[in-house]
C-alpha cells in the first residue's frame, strides 16, 4: 500500500485527512469482506488512534477500483506457505 499512497494521485490528493498509509491499508482491508477484521499491532496510543480513525475512512467504489489496479500491476514472488505448511491447508 506504501506505493498506493505515494503513487496515485488522484487518492493521494483527495485523502489529506489520512495520517498516513496504515490508514488506508486499514480502509481497504475493513472493505473487503465483513468478515475481515485487521488487527493492527501499536505500541503508541496516538498510533492507535489513528487506526481507529481508519474506520470512519469509506472508500467508494472507484477508490477501491483504483487501488485494484494499482496492486494488479505488483509481481508476487513465492508462495504465501511453504510446500509443508500447504500440505495441511489442502486437506
Known amino acids: 500500500m506504501t506505493a498506493l499512497c505515494k503513487g496515485s494521485g488522484r487518492m493521494n490528493e483527495g485523502r489529506r485527512e489520512l495520517n498516513g498509509q496504515a490508514q488506508l491499508s486499514l480502509a481497504w482491508l475493513l472493505a473487503q469482506k465483513t468478515f475481515i ?52 491447508v489442502e486437506q
Open 37 to 88: 477484521v485487521p488487527i493492527p499491532g501499536t505500541g503508541k496510543v496516538k498510533n492507535l488512534q489513528e487506526n481507529i480513525q481508519a474506520a470512519n475512512l469509506v472508500l467508494t467504489a472507484e477508490d477501491l477500483k483504483e487501488i485494484d489496479s494499482a496492486l494488479a500491476e505488483f509481481k508476487v514472488h513465492g508462495g504465501r506457505m511453504n510446500e509443508e505448511q500447504m500440505k495441511v
